[in-house]
């Protein structure tokens, strides 16, 4: 049946951004950056703060910071608005540091998930923070959006509460905590905070922030597309929206057989074992008229379809006043089911154009309430991208983090600057969706991209205003480097569009593939006056890349510094279905043309795949195949990514639930079973196999591979995977990330003893090891006198 399509949101003018009239206080002009002091505060004339952003990240005026555009969005509306970053939260004190809101407050826990942030994939507390000054750990606490919306409640009770970010989009619905092994309740009721806006929120924040200045009260603006908010039951605010109940998962009965036409009364009766005739009284009497069949009975009453009055037809309800019911907080939290069904109905809804308002309750009897979700945000206009990027930005950390020389190096450095200072942002958005990642969850499928005009003037920016520039643009790239301008051929399509992935299983053929705008900013940018090099350092899709042949040659030949990390993640057919990712084939057609545009330009150079350890639907057969492709590839992994299950990720609901939601949720037979890995041997084995070089793995590697039939793969030949001998090793690991790893011991670094008689020792040789694989060619002086190896970069 084909039902009529509504008419697309994006043929709807939202509002612009621009089109709002200014608060009063846009008097005070631009600040040179956000007061984070009273002292500050002075200077620009200000007796108080319209808006105090609160972030569990030190303050860097820079777009490529979430606090610093929302403060420089909301400043050039008009608002007079403060910072507190990273405060302590021990008590309700520092959050009085630049005295009350006028308006509201802005919360978040900063770039970063707090407990991504925070804690290891194997839940181990990290102990630096690439966000804070210096690389120091523990400068936010854990759930930080919850501690801040708390400690601000306490500060200034009556203030309302706005809550943003990426930990709050991801935790928008009752969700699995990995942390705690459990399912916690919507961030909304934690935090009770007064609103949550989720996924980059430039548009409802302005509209949200207009309107309390206009005094509407915050409990009444219940109609902003991109929040979340507490409803009670019976508020009239919900009237005239349709609920559809989806809090079930449907249970169909027994289903009779067809009567056939032909046979006769006695044939079909005979047909099921029974009689006709009255005399043997083998057929049940009827009941009376209006009672049911009795206990036993294989009976089923009819489904009958209640619309509400005026509605028309099923397939006519209208999107704008439909709200699906979720099942509850406590129906998920006990029912795996359930919660597997909730994420795969919230996932459906994600598209602007089409999707739903979603609700879901919380609490029984006189503590109940529903969590209401508006549907997404209208995306971006490419014209509002650069009113947004075009900002004022100081375009480094607030001076308060500098040193004595006023530099930000050192003791001062804050890594996550460094990693972005010289890097360019180009759009917003990813249609891969990929279900371990969480950039469709806040960011959204739809692509937004920046005209060519403000990308170009800010590297002449970069250029002329940033100190210590030397000529070389560390990325221009986004969530992913080549889907600028990349979208659905037709409106109306995207509009209606229900996929969760514009390239899985392979590319829509309403994609378009085009690469070129983007080449032509690449060509742009670097004939620059002062631009010597512009690194692509964004992640490539090498699916899309090879439908245009120009940009790879592009890109290899002018734009990759000897090294291009890409991620195949995988490759082996089951966890590459349930990652939606392709095959591996698709990486082998991309090498194929990296190695050829590569020697045309007379360059070595090298990609470096990045692969997943223990993803929902990895066997332990998956990960040896996998080993046996990086060994006979020449590829020694050096970092290990193992899966980490963020909040409300569709790889999450697996690792949860052992369920597929990608194939539709059942309670019987035809429910995928999910292969999930649990536990910390089975992890480290997985993680062994990706590192199979690694003396340490072998003996856990020869147990497995034993256990598994495959001790063929144990030997001293190049066609082994693993050797017979030991050397002997102290069991320590160390990754790229210093702080996070177990010191290398002397036994380690000798790799002395070697077990098997007539053996060579195990020593490494000098300059052989390189920072990414072993396997690749090593670097000119690497290792010799006075060098610095590239791993303590």
Not at 289 to 317: D, F, N, W
Not at 635 to 645: E, G, I, K, S
Not at 696 to 719: F, S
Request: net charge positive.
């Amino acid at each position: 049946m084909n039902a009529p399509v509504d008419v697309s949101f994006f043929a709807r003018a939202a509002k612009p951004l621009t089109s709002y009239r200014p608060y009063w206080a846009k008097r005070f002009g631009v600040a040179p950056f956000l007061p984070m002091s009273r002292a500050e505060m002075e200077q620009l004339g200000w007796d108080s703060c319209d808006i105090v952003l609160v972030t569990g990240d030190a303050y860097i005026d820079h777009p490529s910071f979430g606090m610093a555009v929302i403060g420089r969005v909301l400043e050039a509306q008009g608002f007079r608005v403060g910072i507190i970053a990273q405060p302590d939260w021990q008590s309700a004190e520092p959050f009085k540091a630049l005295g009350k809101p006028n308006l509201f407050w802005g919360v978040t826990a900063g770039n970063m998930d707090s407990m991504i942030n925070r804690y290891t994939a194997d839940r181990k507390i990290r102990s630096d923070d690439a966000y804070t000054p210096g690389d120091v750990g523990g400068k936010r606490p854990d759930r930080a959006a919850i501690v801040y919306s708390q400690r601000c409640r306490e500060a200034y009770k009556d203030v309302p509460i706005v809550l943003g970010g990426i930990e709050g989009s991801l935790r928008r619905i009752a969700h699995y905590d990995y942390w705690s092994d459990k399912v916690r309740r919507s961030i909304v009721v934690d935090a009770k905070c007064d609103l949550l806006l989720y996924g980059n929120a430039e548009r409802a924040l302005v509209d949200v922030a207009h309107r309390i200045a206009a005094r509407e009260p915050i409990e009444h603006i219940t109609d902003v597309r991109g929040t979340a908010f507490i409803r009670r039951p019976h508020d009239p605010t919900a009237e005239g929206w349709i609920e559809i109940d989806s809090s079930e998962v449907d249970q169909p009965g027994h289903v009779e057989d067809h009567i056939n036409p032909y046979q006769t009364t006695s044939e079909q009766a005979q047909a099921q074992g029974q009689s006709c005739s009255k005399e043997d009284g083998s057929q049940p009497p009827l009941p009376p008229a209006g009672e049911g069949l009795g206990e036993g009975s294989s009976a089923y009453k009819p489904i009958t379809i209640h619309r509400p009055q005026g509605a028309g037809g099923v397939a006519k309800l209208s999107r704008d006043r439909s709200v699906i019911r979720l099942p509850s907080y406590e129906q998920v939290k006990s029912d795996a089911v359930l919660y597997a069904h909730a994420n795969r109905v919230l996932h459906l809804e994600t598209n602007p154009g089409n999707a739903r308002a979603l609700v879901q309750a919380h609490g029984e009897g006189a503590t109940a309430r529903d969590v209401w979700i508006n549907p997404p945000p209208i995306p971006l206009t490419t014209a509002e991208m650069d009113y947004v990027f075009d900002l004022p930005y100081a375009r480094g950390p607030h001076p308060a983090y500098a040193d004595e020389h006023g530099k930000h190096d050192g003791a001062t450095k804050i890594p996550a600057w460094e990693m972005i200072r010289f890097s360019i942002n180009i759009m917003r958005g990813c249609f891969g969706g990929c279900t371990f990642c969480s950039i469709t969850e806040h960011e959204g499928r739809i692509i937004q991209s920046r005209s060519e005009d403000s990308i170009i003037k800010e590297v002449e920016d970069i250029r002329d205003k940033v100190d210590g520039f030397t000529g070389v643009i560390s990325d221009l790239g986004g969530p992913t480097a080549n889907m600028y301008r990349l979208g659905c051929k037709s409106p109306q399509i995207e509009a209606a569009c229900r996929k969760p992935s514009c390239v899985y299983p392979g590319i829509c053929q309403n994609l378009t593939t085009n690469h070129d705008p983007l080449i032509k900013i690449y060509r742009r940018a670097r004939s620059l006056r002062g631009i010597k090099k512009i690194l692509i350092g964004s992640g490539l899709r090498y699916d899309l890349a090879v439908k245009s042949p120009e940009y790879v040659k592009e890109l290899v030949q002018h734009h990759v510094g000897g090294y291009l990390k890409i991620a195949p993640e995988h490759t082996e057919g089951g966890p590459l279905s349930k990652m939606m990712k392709p095959g591996i084939g698709s990486y082998d057609k991309f090498k194929a043309m990296f190695e050829k545009y590569s020697e045309e330009a007379g360059k070595k150079q090298f990609l470096i795949p990045y692969f997943i350890a223990a993803h929902p639907g990895t066997s332990d057969e998956d990960m040896m195949n996998l080993a046996i492709w990086l060994k006979k590839n020449g590829f020694r992994a050096d970092q290990v990514q193992t899966f980490y299950p963020s909040p409300m990720a569709t790889a999450t609901a697996m690792y949860h639930t052992s369920l597929n939601p990608l194939k539709g949720v059942h309670r019987d037979d035809r429910a995928e079973k999910v292969d999930i890995v649990r536990g910390d041997k089975r992890r480290r084995l997985h993680k062994a196999f990706l590192r199979y070089h690694d003396p340490n793995n072998w003996p856990l590697l020869r147990e497995a591979l034993k256990t598994m039939g495959r001790a063929d793969l144990i030997g001293n030949g190049k066609h082994h995977l693993i050797p017979t001998f030991q050397p002997m090793t102290d069991g320590s690991y160390q990754s790229a990330r210093r702080k996070n790893s177990t010191a290398v011991g002397k036994a380690s670094e000798k790799m002395a003893a070697v077990v098997k008689p007539g053996m060579k020792s195990a020593q490494p040789q000098r300059g052989a090891i390189l920072t990414q694989h072993t396997g690749l060619p090593p670097r000119a002086g690497v290792g010799g006198k006075g060098s610095k190896h590239r791993s303590e970069r």
